[in-house]
């Protein structure tokens, strides 16, 4: 498969790049700056140098065009403001599944964020960033173009990954290694049966491949 990664340099996307270049499959990574592109490189990816944020839906379609699915791993980062959620963690995140509507790729999975909620109170940088989520999710969820599974990861950490996870609509909170998200996405998009589900990911006792198997009704 041919895979396009928005965020392509952030640490989840990263390591998904690795994992799935080391499976055998053409990925490519959506970064802002030309500097990060030895990274990608180096994780098996093909850099392209696109800033989503003042991008036109075409230049994007442009990237997706022959991709057999996309991934929104993208992200404004903890040192930005509220304003930058909305660029970013939102508006981003839907100018690139009108892209990939328009570049005709189906499969379509969203890093999103535990507590996402476009309807989520407070007056902080990080309640504007569960807004900001929760309002993108909303729109993929809306969308019948897009074979759509939306992640959402408790508190991340840097932990080495176990392979054991939980992994369901509701799962309360918890921590969860990068590592493992990232297994948990390439596991995803060779599980198309997932598609249309909203799933919280923590630490648990389950092998990630079983625990995907499950929730995909398998």
């Not at 800033?51 to 997706?64: C, R």
């Not at 509507?101 to 902080?124: F, I, K, N, W």
């Not at 959402?152 to 918890?174: F, I, K, Y």
């Amino acid at each position: 498969m041919r895979i396009v990664i928005a965020g392509g340099h952030g640490r989840i996307a990263r390591r998904l790049e690795r994992l799935l270049s080391h499976a055998g499959h053409e990925v490519a990574g959506i970064i802002r700056k030309p500097e990060q592109g030895n990274d990608l490189r180096e994780a098996g990816a093909e850099p392209v140098v696109l800033d989503l944020e003042s991008a036109s839906v075409e230049m994007v379609a442009a990237v997706l065009q022959g991709a057999d699915a996309a991934v929104f791993a993208a992200g404004a980062g903890p040192g930005s403001d509220a304003a930058r959620k909305e660029t970013v963690d939102r508006a981003a995140a839907v100018l690139f599944a009108d892209a990939a509507e328009r570049a005709g790729v189906r499969r379509y999975l969203v890093v999103s964020s535990m507590g996402a909620d476009a309807r989520h109170p407070g007056d902080q940088v990080f309640d504007a960033y569960l807004r900001a989520k929760g309002a993108a999710d909303d729109d993929i969820r809306a969308r019948t173009a897009l074979n759509w599974t939306i992640l959402r990861p408790g508190s991340l950490t840097d932990d080495a990954g176990t392979g054991l996870v939980r992994l369901e609509a509701h799962t309360g909170r918890g921590p969860v290694p990068r590592d493992d998200v990232a297994a948990t996405l390439a596991e995803l998009l060779d599980t198309p049966a997932t598609a249309g589900l909203t799933l919280e990911l923590i630490a648990g006792s389950t092998p990630l491949s079983v625990a995907v198997k499950a929730v995909a009704g398998n």
